[in-house]
């Protein structure tokens, strides 16, 4: 198999962009390992990633971020370039900006492929994974401000089942908190940047009888 056929996978599995609603329900979420957890009533605030798989000849790569070490929130963590909508934005709109000013991906190198499964994160938002497809390697910089590094992770290792394992750790109430997690090298892929790349993982080969080879194959 070639890149064609991940690419085709995409295309088939994905909800088109069409179908992208402000008032959409999330089908996947923080509290999906966590069911005991309380899950409060409100009105969850709309954002959206870019999920950009490269399409480089050896094969498929994710383009992830590092974020700064000087930011308030999340600080650190690995994340995929994206951020909440401006009014008026739909969610392609907003990834592909959010890309831009984050990493400088120029929005014109990007196909977009379609949609994931939209994703309820504990602090309160709806994020819509937009997956874009770059057919050469992006040249990219990081806005020193928001992101300390971007890298490329290989396909094949972050939609390989033995790469995903559910860690935790304890909260101050008592509490035992879980979230995916897919340790690459020095760098640890956790909490919702994991949990989307669980969901494509599901979407894409979850009714597969052979998911991984079907997951390799494809990043050939």
């Given at each position: 198999?070639?890149?064609?056929?991940?690419?085709?996978?995409?295309?088939?599995?994905?909800?088109?962009?069409?179908?992208?609603?402000?008032?959409?329900?999330?089908?996947?979420?923080?509290?999906?390992?966590?069911?005991?957890?309380?899950?409060?009533?409100?009105?969850?605030?709309?954002?959206?990633?870019?999920?950009?798989?490269?399409?480089?000849?050896?094969?498929?790569?994710?383009?992830?971020?590092?974020?700064?070490?000087?930011?308030?929130?999340?600080?650190?963590?690995?994340?995929?370039?994206?951020?909440?909508?401006?009014?008026?934005?739909?969610?392609?709109?907003?990834?592909?900006?959010?890309?831009?000013?984050?990493?400088?991906?120029?929005?014109?190198?990007?196909?977009?492929?379609?949609?994931?499964?939209?994703?309820?994160?504990?602090?309160?938002?709806?994020?819509?994974?937009?997956?874009?497809?770059?057919?050469?390697?992006?040249?990219?910089?990081?806005?020193?401000?928001?992101?300390?590094?971007?890298?490329?992770?290989?396909?094949?290792?972050?939609?390989?089942?033995?790469?995903?394992?559910?860690?935790?750790?304890?909260?101050?109430?008592?509490?035992?908190?879980?979230?995916?997690?897919?340790?690459?090298?020095?760098?640890?892929?956790?909490?919702?940047?994991?949990?989307?790349?669980?969901?494509?993982?599901?979407?894409?080969?979850?009714?597969?009888?052979?998911?991984?080879?079907a997951a390799e194959e494809d990043?050939?």
């Amino acid at each position: 198999m070639t890149l064609a056929t991940l690419r085709n996978r995409l295309v088939q599995r994905l909800d088109p962009v069409e179908a992208w609603r402000p008032e959409g329900l999330a089908a996947r979420s923080d509290f999906d390992l966590n069911p005991k957890a309380a899950r409060p009533m409100r009105e969850l605030r709309p954002a959206a990633v870019l999920i950009p798989v490269v399409a480089r000849p050896e094969g498929a790569t994710v383009l992830l971020t590092r974020r700064a070490d000087t930011l308030v929130r999340h600080t650190g963590q690995i994340a995929f370039p994206g951020g909440r909508l401006d009014p008026g934005e739909n969610a392609v709109q907003a990834a592909l900006r959010e890309a831009d000013e984050e990493v400088a991906l120029n929005p014109a190198k990007v196909e977009v492929l379609g949609l994931s499964d939209a994703y309820e994160t504990g602090t309160g938002f709806l994020v819509t994974p937009v997956i874009g497809w770059l057919h050469e390697a992006p040249v990219t910089t990081p806005a020193p401000a928001e992101v300390a590094e971007v890298f490329e992770t290989p396909w094949d290792f972050l939609m390989d089942a033995a790469n995903h394992r559910q860690d935790f750790y304890d909260m101050d109430e008592g509490l035992r908190r879980w979230f995916w997690a897919m340790p690459w090298g020095e760098r640890y892929i956790w909490g919702v940047t994991a949990g989307i790349l669980k969901a494509l993982h599901v979407r894409l080969y979850g009714d597969e009888p052979a998911p991984e080879v079907a997951a390799e194959e494809d990043a050939a």
